[in-house]
Every structure is written in C-alpha cells, then in structure tokens.
C-alpha cells in the first residue's frame, strides 16, 4: 500500500520560512504526480501545487506563486515544499496526496488522488 508522510510543520512568525516534506513509499511505479492542499479550521481543503516525477515539472494556484516552491528528490522518493514570506492567512494543516500516472498535469487541480498523508500543521503568528 502507498504511503504518505508529512513532516516539518510548525510554529513560525509572519515573514518567516518553513520546509515541509512528504514522504512517499509502499509503490514500484516511477510515474506520479504529487500535491500539496491544506485546510484551515471552518474552511474548505484547498490545493496549493504540485509535481510530476518524470520531469519535475511544477504547477501553482496564483496565491502562493512567487511565495512558494515544489521539489523533489527522485532517489529518495520525497517531495518538498518550500514556503517563503509566510503569512498568518497561510495558517492550515497542510497534507500531500498522490495520483499514479497522471496525464494533462496542468489540469492538476481537478484529479483524484488516491492517496494522502495525515497532514502537519502550519501555524503562522502575526
């Protein structure tokens, strides 16, 4: 079974830097997509990104453009996400989730993922 596991949430102030990890395993296929979403209490989950693993390619919602940025490392099946100039509106519990062999990545937002971490909590102080 494919497996996701979220690390590197915190406490951090507003300005400040956060990396988050998510750490894929349970599956032989090199063809995946993974995204990150994340929720805030009384709000609806909403995507962030995400990252094919052929090509590295990235894709972003408008709002966190410029703020924040998608990796991979390939060798150790895990992806990052890089968030820079946080703000209190960044506040969530931010989860990743896989789909395998995606197609049309730039349509990213309307998969289905059928796997998900359990998500780490990002909390951004004023």
């Known amino acids: 079974e494919v497996q996701l596991v979220e690390s590197g949430g915190g406490l951090v102030q507003a300005g400040g830097s956060l990396r988050l990890s998510c750490a894929a395993s349970g599956f032989t296929f090199d063809d995946y997509a993974i995204a990150w979403f994340r929720q805030a209490p009384g709000k609806e989950r909403e995507g962030i990104g995400c990252i094919h693993s052929t090509d590295g390619s990235t894709y972003y919602v408008d709002s966190v453009k410029g703020r924040f940025t998608i990796s991979l490392d390939n060798a150790k099946n895990t992806v990052y996400l890089q968030m820079n100039n946080l703000k209190p509106e960044d506040t969530a519990v931010y989860y990743c989730?896989?789909?395998?062999?995606?197609?049309?990545?730039?349509?990213?937002?309307?998969?289905?993922?059928?796997?998900w971490g359990q998500g780490t909590q990002v909390t951004v102080s004023s």
């Open positions: 989730a896989l789909r395998p062999r995606p197609l049309l990545l730039q349509l990213w937002i309307y998969f289905e993922f059928t796997s």
